[in-house]
């Protein structure tokens, strides 16, 4: 027997397949990984393919060894890594290692270990009579007793060394048992809301629909219950024993997003995103291979779930730039849904309050199934005021506006919340030499570099570049140093200072490196322990809060400015999603847009 096998090589000449003859001794299937030897080195590979027997003019190696016991690619995900490939124009073992969690990828002597927790257990066949002794002991092994399945560190917390004694003397039975890093907190099972009447004529197109590949476009206005047609639409899948793929566009939106669906589908849940350790990540794919779950939620990389029976695909904020990818392989993840969906025969149902104009256009020409939410579930839209900061800062109000700061002066005292978006993070934009007019580029990008306060470094936003502010001028040696532009860093410096109830958080890229730091700024804000968020565009969508009844935008047209032909797509986009955070429940919402281009068609749509 021989086989196909790619190697985790990623040079374009070695993307085919090398034949290698497996050994009697060893238990080869397609997809599985396998360790080969390839010129004077041992590499990983997958197996595309085995052949009964080849014909060549030169002898084959063999297989050295099995990396898993079972395929890790199936039939489906070897079809999707070729269409990837030919579509992206990325070498094959590219694609199959993206679909993978860094676990599972190709790559020698790269291991990510199990979990496991061990538990105690009394041995039955020992005469304890003549060993327990001390009271301690007998404590030991009454506790064990009568808790069959007790851990270990439990017990050891009344004595490490009589535990470590009596598993000696096999009093105690240690038992190792696999367990996932990831373990969902089973909160109270919520019960369904009662649906509107163009949310009922939505779901029924839905389900009518399900065993059938068809795209739909689920084009509702914000707070119109698209999540309560997405919750609903799953559960009458699951019925039909089959899985779900939710996606959302930032790491952001999971929190809130997964509390949500944890109150109707408890633990029946795996997450899939860039903030979870590799470990994690091994886990959740693992619960998802071995079928412990049926829905998976997560960011652009959940597309690649491992389900062999998925019902539906889920795209909520479709029109979001971050589902495409931007390193090798650069696939669009709705590509990879519309693929996934024809596999299964399944509907795909894309979300969003402000589609993309591919999207809608393919609505518009029936190729995708147009399903419309036209009213909020609370019948009332926020009001929108646009205000020109030219006339504002005549009035000597550069960057708040009166009627920003009287409304969120009004906000802090009413006990209510506010959300303010500056599409800027740092301190300031560009720092520039009084004297000679030098200004700090990136030397790699030649952009001016964004000074951020806290860590006293210059960085650009493009490549990751970061040096120290200079203290005096590189060119003339002058100390006399500029500071332009506003960052989210400045405006919560400014709001703590000029608004005395203001108790401000950030939520930007800098404030959330750390691991769980999404979970405790939205956690926060959403047990009203502050009452103004200050955030990017990370804070724009999806989002829900009760008490937010105010949401500024500072610099509403800066995006307008990119030299982008989408850009006014994305400026509208961004400002109506914004405005969709104020007046979702039973207050009512006020939205504040500050600019310098207010008339651009874009804004006053």
Known sequence: MIAQVLVELRAKKLDKTFSYVIPKHLKVQVGMRVVVPFNNR??????????????????????????????????????????????????KISCYQTMLPSALKARHNFVINKKYVIYLKINENIDTSLILKTPKQKQI??????????????????????????????????????????????????????????????????????NTFKPFLLYGITGSGKTEVYIHAIKEVMAYKKSIVVLVP?????????????????????????????????????????????????????IFAPFTNIGLIIIDEEHSSTYKQENTPKYDTIDIALTRCKYHNCPLILGSATPSIESYTRASLNIYTLLSLKKRVNDCVPKVKLIDMKAEIRKRNPIISSL???????????????????????????????????????????????????????QCHYCGYNTYKFIKCPSCASNKINEFGLGTEKLEQIIKEEFSGAKVIRMDVDTTRKKGSYQKIITAFEEKKYNVLIGTQMIAKGLDFDDVTLVGVINGDSSLNIPDYKSAERTFQLLNQVSGRAGRKDKKGLVIIQGFNIDHYSIIT
């Not at 030649?446 to 210059?458: C, R, S, V």
Request: glycine share 4%; aromatic share 6%.
């Open 42 to 91: 041992k590499l990983e590979g997958f197996v595309l393919k085995i052949d009964d027997n080849i014909e060549t003019d030169y002898q084959l190696k063999e297989i050295i060894d099995t990396i898993d016991d079972e395929p890790i690619l199936n039939e489906e995900m070897l079809k999707l890594g070729n269409h990837i490939s030919s579509k992206t124009l990325s070498s």
């Open 141 to 210: 092994y009454t506790l064990v007793k009568n808790n069959p399945k007790i851990l270990k560190k439990e017990v050891a917390n009344i004595s490490a060394s009589i535990v470590k004694k009596l598993i000696t003397e096999q009093v105690l039975i240690e038992i190792k048992e696999e367990t996932y890093r990831i373990n969902n907190e089973c909160l109270e099972v919520e019960k369904d809301l009662i649906l509107n009447e163009e949310q009922t004529k939505a779901l029924q197109q839905i389900i009518n629909s399900i």
């Open 250 to 302: 930032e790491i952001s939106l999971t929190p809130q997003f997964i509390n949500r669906f944890q109150k109707r589908f408890g633990d029946n849940i795996a997450i899939l995103h860039s903030g979870l350790s590799d470990g994690e990540k091994y886990d959740e794919w693992r619960k998802i291979k071995n079928g412990d779950v049926q829905i998976v939620i997560g960011a652009r990389s959940a």
């Open 404 to 458: 920003l700061r009287d409304s969120l002066d009004n906000v802090i005292k009413s006990n209510e919340q506010a959300i303010i978006l500056l599409n800027r993070r740092g301190y300031t934009t560009v720092i520039s030499c009084k004297e000679c007019g030098y200004v700090q580029k990136c030397p790699k990008c030649d952009i001016p570099l964004t000074y951020h306060k806290k860590n006293n470094i210059m």
